[in-house]
């Protein structure tokens, strides 16, 4: 719950699902020992801004794993196209909550420091409906894979578009440009999501399935936070080796 004297009420909400066109089951694949939820889990529940955590899920399967090892869970419709729209309905039962904070199940090595930052940016400034993060690309041959999403920010640090693509294109390549990877952690103002998920999907959106592109189609700032966090997500079964590989890592250190 809020500190007294402070009305804002953060949530944390992992959505969950069973299906998945390249990796069923997902949530739930073991790595080093625990399942991948169980590791994002572990990892959010370091943070300090969060005042409420829950596991959005339509399956019962992830449902009792979650409860198994400690979470709290919402129970959510198997209908929803995305993972934004579970977490507006997961938060729909705790009418307290003033912002959220969709953190991605396949990322188990997600910092907790960069939600908190989240987190404590959207409270810092009612006015700012949403809010990611993106770190530096330092490898230029990322640049051509479409399944790392690049952003461009304009001087204050907000979005000016997301692609798939190069993005921008150099034509020359200025000493200072600097490139910028995407990362798949959101976080909303509550009136704010429950105004995105009603709008439909847009062109823009639909062409480079990017969820984000509505909230700017629709003139809607996006602020990204610039970290250092270059934590990697479970996307296929081959990466598997990889991300325990870098599990096993973290626990040594």
Same mark, same amino acid.
């Given at each position: 719950?809020?500190?007294?004297?402070?009305?804002?009420?953060?949530?944390?909400?992992?959505?969950?699902?069973?299906?998945?066109?390249? @990796?069923?089951?997902?949530?739930?694949?073991?790595?080093?020992?625990?399942?991948?939820?169980?590791?994002?889990?572990?990892?959010?529940?370091?943070?300090?801004?969060?005042?409420?955590?829950?596991?959005?899920?339509?399956?019962?399967?992830?449902?009792?794993?979650?409860?198994? @090892?400690?979470?709290?869970?919402?129970?959510?419709?198997?209908?929803?196209?995305?993972?934004?729209?579970?977490?507006?309905?997961?938060?729909?039962?705790?009418?307290?909550?003033?912002?959220?904070?969709?953190?991605?199940?396949?990322?188990?090595?997600?910092?907790?420091?960069?939600?908190?930052?989240?987190?404590?940016?959207?409270?810092?400034?009612?006015?700012?409906?949403?809010?990611?993060?993106?770190?530096?690309?330092?490898?230029?041959s990322q640049?051509?894979?479409?399944?790392?999403?690049?952003?461009?920010?304009?001087?204050?640090?907000?979005?000016?578009?997301?692609?798939?693509?190069?993005?921008?294109?150099?034509?020359?390549?200025?000493?200072?440009?600097?490139? @910028?990877?995407?990362?798949?952690?959101?976080?909303?103002?509550?009136? @704010?999501?429950?105004q995105f998920?009603?709008?439909?999907?847009?062109?823009?959106?639909?062409?480079e399935h990017?969820?984000?592109?509505?909230?700017?189609?629709?003139?809607?700032?996006?602020?990204?936070?610039?970290?250092?966090?270059?934590?990697?997500?479970?996307?296929?079964?081959?990466?598997?080796?990889?991300?325990?590989?870098?599990?096993?890592?973290?626990?040594?250190?």
């Amino acid at each position: 719950m809020p500190e007294e004297g402070n009305s804002a009420c953060v949530a944390g909400i992992i959505p969950a699902r069973w299906g998945s066109s390249r @990796f069923p089951g997902k949530p739930l694949h073991q790595l080093a020992g625990k399942s991948l939820l169980h590791h994002v889990f572990e990892r959010v529940r370091a943070c300090e801004k969060l005042d409420l955590l829950l596991v959005a899920t339509d399956d019962e399967r992830i449902r009792d794993a979650a409860l198994g @090892f400690g979470a709290q869970v919402a129970m959510t419709s198997p209908e929803h196209a995305t993972g934004t729209d579970r977490i507006a309905e997961a938060v729909r039962g705790s009418p307290e909550v003033t912002h959220v904070i969709n953190i991605q199940g396949d990322e188990p090595l997600i910092e907790p420091a960069l939600v908190d930052s989240l987190a404590t940016t959207l409270v810092e400034n009612p006015d700012l409906p949403m809010i990611t993060a993106a770190n530096p690309m330092t490898d230029r041959s990322q640049l051509d894979d479409p399944n790392i999403v690049k952003v461009v920010l304009d001087r204050d640090g907000n979005a000016l578009y997301f692609s798939r693509s190069p993005l921008p294109h150099c034509r020359s390549a200025p000493g200072e440009l600097q490139l @910028f990877r995407h990362m798949g952690v959101y976080g909303y103002r509550r009136d @704010f999501l429950e105004q995105f998920v009603g709008w439909p999907p847009g062109t823009l959106e639909q062409a480079e399935h990017l969820e984000q592109l509505r909230a700017l189609e629709n003139g809607a700032k996006i602020r990204v936070l610039v970290t250092d966090d270059n934590s990697i997500g479970l996307d296929t079964p081959e990466q598997v080796p990889q991300l325990e590989a870098l599990l096993a890592a973290v626990t040594t250190s």
